[in-house]
């Protein structure tokens, strides 16, 4: 028995579909208004600090200004705005304030050691890289009781490439920053100096693939957090000042009126991407406002290989056609296209899926940036892995393709014993069960003992109908979304009322302009900062609903509701 009608689902998608089409731009991608970033603004005031103190004295005196203004009551910070008190921002917040403004940042630095003490301190960092940068910047600080020993970073893993992609992957840029810091912070041997002294020039080369790959912007990934660490190593060690002025630059550019940065400048392939499968599960492909989407998204793929990663052509970034390709966004984007009209005649569609098969790794997965990686925050991920299985199969590939069959065999390998499964670039653990459920399932495994036991997402429907992470932490929409497309996918009628009770809330959780309230459940540091995305959460809502509209329009107990635009 259904818990909300027909009409009320069409009209929420109408309504939804609509908001969401007032965040397109002229040139047919969407946009977002992020929340600014203490990560990314504690960062870039201590490397402009560093690198220019007097040419930035505007930008760290407004940066600094802000962050004091967004500390909590606790002396804590969060990653974002909105967000609670966490480690790793408060630990980055107080070392940027000692470094840029210690007389006039003496109380904000004071409260925030203390809450940091009664965190546990950086030891409670889970990652092992972002542990290391906590302490090296609470070193330069001066704050050695915060900071604990100090691990020499090897920057010799840049002279063996296989090796450096497969353990630093998209940290390869941050990585040199933070080890270019560490010539005047820890001593060195003469073996030592001779090893650095082949490493370097390695190590700014690579960087300096980037920076032309990037067309000389300085924007380093159009990411602050990331772009600071390169400017502070750059500022330290008097390396490629070309390189160092060319971020100064891109920083001033990016800062926001309030003096903060935001924690990714540039997600315009993301949000774009999303907005475009979420549409045209709305019943939107072939509004004519998409059609300047679709040709922002064929204009965003890339024709040019990323060497420092060893990516060839034909992805797409999350930023722009000169962003850093990677498999999470490729695959959106090719569902995406997969789903307007004339897509079997698309070449940069067909083009798009050839090199999507061939960014596989020989284990059958996908990882989001290199091949076969061992960084844990790259890869192998389940939900990337069922992300680029959606991605062939609304293209039409069949069940047993071979990239299919064996991305589908290692998927059925991967389920945790509550068996649950990870999302790597978003919240555990509902996220990622719900979307490999949805793959295994559109490929012929929906009976399989791995899907069956899935029945976790079931078991965690919050009472309002709603579902979050899986731990009892409340509701989102996102997760919501996630959890009713993945047991719809499934065709189980035992999932029939968790999935009307899921849509139910979808609809009630809507606003009078059609809009749905964003989580942070996009993860910047996986377990340690997330933070929003508006668009991500209206596509997934339209998602969701649009598939239950075309299910509900087979059951017999239900008259499907007509599309009203």
């Not at 004295?57 to 008190?85: C, E, M, P, S, Y």
């Not at 979307?435 to 309002?464: F, I, K, M």
């Not at 009628?493 to 968790?498: F, I, L, M």
């Not at 997934?540 to 649009?546: D, K, N, P, S, V």
Request: include cysteine; proline fraction near 6%; charge should be neutral.
């Amino acid at each position: 028995m259904t818990t909300v009608t027909t009409e009320a689902v069409g009209k929420a998608v109408t309504a939804g579909a609509e908001a969401l089409l007032r965040r397109r731009r002229p040139d047919g991608a969407f946009g977002d208004d992020p929340p600014a970033s203490v990560l990314g603004t504690a960062g870039a005031v201590a490397a402009l600090h560093a690198a220019d103190p007097s040419g930035c004295a505007d930008l760290v005196g407004a940066g600094t200004a802000w962050l004091r203004r967004q500390q909590h009551d606790d002396g804590g910070w969060g990653g974002v705005v909105g967000a609670g008190t966490e480690v790793v921002p408060t630990a980055v917040a107080i070392a940027a304030l000692a470094l840029t403004a210690p007389a006039d940042s003496a109380g904000a630095i004071a409260a925030g050691r203390t809450r940091l003490a009664a965190l546990g301190g950086v030891d409670t960092v889970t990652d092992p890289a972002i542990s290391l940068l906590c302490r090296q910047l609470l070193t330069m600080a001066g704050m050695t009781a915060e900071a604990g020993p100090l691990r020499r970073l090897p920057l010799e893993i840049v002279l063996f490439d296989r090796v450096r992609r497969q353990r630093l992957s998209f940290r390869t840029a941050p990585f040199i920053g933070l080890a270019l810091m560490q010539a005047d912070l820890l001593p060195t041997g003469r073996l030592r100096r001779a090893t650095l002294g082949r490493a370097r020039p390695v190590a700014l080369r690579l960087l300096r693939s980037i920076h032309d790959h990037e067309g000389g912007t300085g924007a380093l990934s159009e990411d602050p957090w990331p772009a600071a660490l390169v400017l502070l190593g750059l500022a330290r060690s008097g390396e490629a000042p070309d390189i160092a002025r060319a971020v100064v630059g891109w920083l001033r550019r990016a800062v926001r009126p309030d003096g903060a940065w935001d924690a990714v400048t540039n997600l315009d392939l993301t949000r774009t991407g999303y907005a475009a499968t979420g549409l045209i599960a709305a019943g939107y492909a072939d509004d004519p406002r998409l059609r300047a989407t679709r040709e922002f998204l064929h204009a965003g793929r890339k024709p040019e290989a990323f060497e420092v990663l060893d990516v060839p052509p034909g992805g797409w970034s999350y930023s722009n056609a000169r962003g850093w390709p990677v498999t999470l966004e490729s695959a959106e984007i090719l569902s995406a296209l997969a789903g307007f009209p004339g897509a079997g005649a698309d070449p940069v569609l067909r083009d798009g899926l050839a090199w999507l098969v061939g960014r596989q790794d020989s284990r059958g997965s996908w990882s989001l940036w290199v091949r076969d990686t061992r960084l844990a925050n790259d890869g192998p991920c389940p939900a990337i892995t069922s992300q680029a299985i959606l991605a062939l199969h609304d293209a039409g590939h069949p069940d047993d393709h071979p990239a299919i069959a064996r991305a589908a065999a290692w998927l059925l390998t991967r389920a945790a014993a509550d068996g649950t499964f990870e999302n790597l670039w978003y919240r555990d653990h509902t996220s990622g069960t719900a979307v490999v459920v949805a793959a295994l399932s559109r490929v012929g495994h929906a009976r399989h003992e791995v899907v069956r036991r899935a029945v976790w997402l079931r078991d965690t429907q919050l009472p309002d109908g709603s579902w979050g992470p899986g731990d009892g932490t409340a509701g989102s929409v996102e997760e919501t979304s996630w959890a009713v497309q993945g047991l719809l996918a499934t065709g189980d009628p035992d999932a029939t009322g968790a999935v009307d009770r899921g849509v139910a809330r979808l609809v009630a959780a809507a606003g009078p302009d059609g809009s749905w309230p964003a989580a942070r459940v996009c993860n910047y540091i996986r377990h340690h900062m997330r933070y929003p995305n508006a668009v991500i959460t209206q596509a997934l809502a339209l998602r969701a609903l649009g598939e239950y509209r075309r299910a509900a329009a087979a059951r017999p107990d239900v008259a499907p509701p007509a599309v009203t635009r």
